[in-house]
């Protein structure tokens, strides 16, 4: 068996392994980039996630909002073509394949390799009965979602997002399991397409990370549409073409079915890699990392879901820019999700950054939380979007709240994760309350509501006194 030493050996080509690759590789470095198949490559976003989803809800809103014009006058008909719905997905998804493909790669300078890796030793890896050696390497093998075992769903179709593009007919009632933002995304999107969907969870409430009055909002906007939720249940059985829901309260109610989804998060699996060959230890299922995605093997690091932290393609950006900066820089970096953000793509959506108000307390730091409807807001006014809400929270200052910076917040609106990246750059860069008031806003755009909220609560920030003194002066003055 040959061996062949590079740089750097990254085995996935998702999120995370494309980003350490190509990063490292423009910097001049030898790497090797290890994927199952060339299908494969791109990852669950580019597949089976982000890029696909996110196709299929332009094409849900489309639909929606031409069934809303019948307001103003226009007729709607026909029926929607699942089969034109998944070649302008599948026409998206080659656009952006035409980068992330064995060619386009091997053009710029990383070396391919295909089949099913494992590790050989703390610094080399076995594949296709080759041996290859590398100065460090990176595990990046994503997740896979997780299924349960219903009894009764021999003759239901089932989903997850891993096949959920290769459906051939829109269901006529579309069951839900699972209330986060995959099965909301989703299944608003089927909705729209002509589904009655029905969303269970065992919780109380939809998107449990989200600030209750937001996911509260998204969840009444959502049953206007005609979304059904059963909170606080399960589905037991399926018997026939109907879903037997088990009740916390011992209840059961039955639901029509004619196919189901289960969003239930996702599950790691590292069998196939022999991570005890390369001296890497796991616990509960999950590799033991350091803050600086380091195994107990210093010379492997992981990346992207395999880590286990945040599962976001960006989350997994944001991993390769430390890892990246940690091989090449003396001046290493710890990961860090203080400034970490997200959205749910949703109609409307909703957007988080940074702290929220749990951790806050959990780390006594001291806040203020401010709130805004968009009611008076012109935009909002205009565009129908006037049930939409602004948290944020900013720095407890005594005197001058001028100078608080932004710890973090969220936003449910149309197009909240663009309309939001003001404040996230605020909150990473340390920009302050002040500074919002000096930058003048077009009129009327969506961002203005950040500086509404702003000057709002400087004004109230003012005691009486604080009025006298000014009043006395512009006086004096004039």
Same mark, same amino acid.
């Given at each position: 068996?040959?061996?062949?030493?590079?740089?750097?050996?990254?085995?996935?080509?998702?999120?995370?392994?494309?980003?350490?690759?190509?990063?490292?590789?423009?910097?001049?470095?030898?790497?090797?980039?290890?994927?199952?198949?060339?299908?494969?490559?791109?990852?669950?976003?580019?597949?089976?996630?982000?890029?696909?989803?996110?196709?299929?809800?332009?094409?849900?809103?489309?639909?929606?909002?031409?069934?809303?014009?019948?307001?103003?006058?226009?007729?709607?008909?026909?029926?929607?073509?699942?089969?034109?719905?998944?070649?302008?997905?599948?026409?998206?998804?080659?656009?952006?394949?035409?980068?992330?493909?064995?060619?386009?790669?091997?053009?710029?300078?990383?070396?391919?390799?295909?089949?099913?890796?494992?590790?050989?030793?703390?610094?080399?890896?076995? %594949? #296709?009965?080759?041996?290859?050696?590398?100065?460090?390497?990176? *595990?990046? /093998?994503?997740?896979?979602?997780? =299924? $349960? @075992?219903?009894?009764?769903?021999?003759?239901?179709?089932?989903?997850?997002?891993?096949?959920?593009?290769?459906?051939?007919?829109?269901?006529?009632?579309?069951?839900?399991?699972?209330?986060?933002?995959?099965?909301?995304?989703?299944?608003?999107?089927?909705?729209?397409?002509?589904?009655?969907?029905?969303?269970?969870?065992?919780?109380?409430?939809?998107?449990?990370?989200?600030?209750?009055?937001?996911?509260?909002?998204?969840?009444?906007?959502?049953?206007?549409?005609?979304?059904?939720?059963?909170?606080?249940?399960?589905?037991?059985?399926?018997?026939?073409?109907?879903?037997?829901?088990?009740?916390?309260?011992?209840?059961?109610?039955?639901?029509?079915?004619?196919?189901?989804?289960?969003?239930?998060?996702?599950? %790691? #699996?590292?069998?196939?890699?022999?991570?005890?060959?390369?001296? *890497?230890? /796991?616990?509960?299922?999950?590799? =033991? $990392? @350091?803050?600086?995605?380091?195994?107990?093997?210093?010379?492997?690091?992981?990346?992207?879901?395999?880590?286990?932290?945040?599962?976001?393609?960006?989350?997994?950006?944001?991993?390769?820019?430390?890892?990246?900066?940690?091989?090449?820089?003396?001046?290493?970096?710890?990961?860090?999700?203080?400034?970490?953000?997200?959205?749910?793509?949703?109609?409307?959506?909703?957007?988080?950054?940074?702290?929220?108000?749990?951790?806050?307390?959990?780390?006594?730091?001291?806040?203020?939380?401010?709130?805004?409807?968009?009611?008076?807001?012109?935009?909002?006014?205009?565009?129908?979007?006037?049930?939409?809400?602004?948290?944020?929270?900013?720095?407890?200052?005594?005197?001058?709240?001028?100078?608080?910076?932004?710890?973090?917040?969220?936003?449910?609106?149309?197009?909240?994760?663009?309309?939001?990246?003001?404040?996230?750059?605020?909150?990473?860069?340390?920009?302050?309350?002040?500074?919002?008031?000096?930058?003048?806003?077009?009129?009327?755009?969506?961002?203005?509501?950040?500086?509404?909220?702003?000057?709002?609560?400087?004004?109230?920030?003012?005691?009486?006194?604080?009025?006298?003194?000014?009043?006395?002066?512009?006086?004096?003055?004039?």
């Amino acid at each position: 068996m040959k061996e062949k030493t590079y740089d750097l050996i990254v085995i996935g080509a998702g999120s995370g392994g494309l980003g350490a690759a190509l990063g490292m590789q423009q910097l001049g470095m030898d790497v090797l980039l290890i994927d199952r198949n060339a299908k494969s490559i791109g990852g669950e976003c580019l597949n089976t996630g982000c890029v696909p989803s996110k196709a299929l809800i332009h094409l849900g809103k489309q639909l929606h909002q031409a069934k809303l014009s019948t307001a103003l006058g226009l007729e709607i008909s026909g029926k929607v073509d699942i089969k034109k719905i998944k070649a302008y997905i599948k026409g998206k998804q080659d656009v952006i394949k035409e980068h992330e493909n064995i060619d386009y790669l091997k053009e710029k300078g990383l070396d391919i390799a295909l089949g099913e890796a494992s590790f050989n030793s703390e610094n080399s890896v076995k %594949l #296709n009965n080759k041996i290859f050696k590398g100065r460090n390497i990176v *595990i990046a /093998t994503g997740s896979s979602p997780r =299924i $349960i @075992n219903i009894p009764g769903t021999d003759d239901i179709p089932i989903f997850t997002n891993d096949s959920i593009f290769e459906i051939n007919f829109i269901p006529k009632n579309f069951v839900f399991i699972g209330a986060g933002p995959v099965s909301l995304e989703l299944g608003q999107a089927f909705s729209r397409l002509g589904s009655k969907v029905y969303i269970i969870d065992r919780g109380e409430h939809i998107l449990k990370k989200e600030d209750s009055k937001i996911s509260t909002i998204l969840k009444n906007r959502l049953k206007k549409e005609g979304i059904q939720f059963f909170f606080n249940a399960e589905v037991a059985k399926v018997e026939g073409k109907y879903a037997i829901l088990k009740k916390s309260i011992g209840e059961e109610e039955s639901i029509p079915v004619d196919a189901i989804f289960m969003g239930l998060g996702r599950i %790691l #699996n590292f069998d196939s890699l022999a991570l005890e060959k390369g001296g *890497i230890k /796991t616990e509960k299922g999950k590799i =033991i $990392i @350091n803050k600086k995605l380091q195994t107990t093997n210093k010379r492997v690091f992981v990346s992207g879901d395999a880590a286990d932290n945040l599962k976001f393609s960006h989350a997994a950006e944001m991993h390769n820019m430390l890892l990246i900066n940690n091989f090449i820089s003396p001046l290493k970096k710890k990961l860090d999700f203080k400034h970490f953000p997200w959205v749910t793509f949703t109609d409307p959506e909703v957007a988080t950054f940074g702290f929220n108000e749990n951790q806050l307390k959990k780390q006594n730091i001291k806040y203020i939380r401010l709130e805004s409807n968009f009611k008076e807001d012109d935009r909002a006014i205009t565009d129908d979007y006037e049930y939409g809400q602004l948290i944020v929270f900013i720095e407890k200052k005594r005197f001058n709240l001028g100078n608080a910076k932004i710890l973090g917040g969220s936003m449910i609106a149309p197009n909240a994760g663009e309309i939001i990246q003001e404040l996230i750059l605020a909150n990473t860069a340390g920009i302050k309350l002040n500074d919002f008031m000096n930058k003048i806003y077009p009129y009327p755009t969506a961002a203005n509501i950040h500086k509404s909220l702003f000057r709002q609560s400087l004004v109230e920030q003012l005691k009486p006194w604080m009025k006298t003194i000014i009043k006395k002066w512009y006086r004096f003055k004039t």
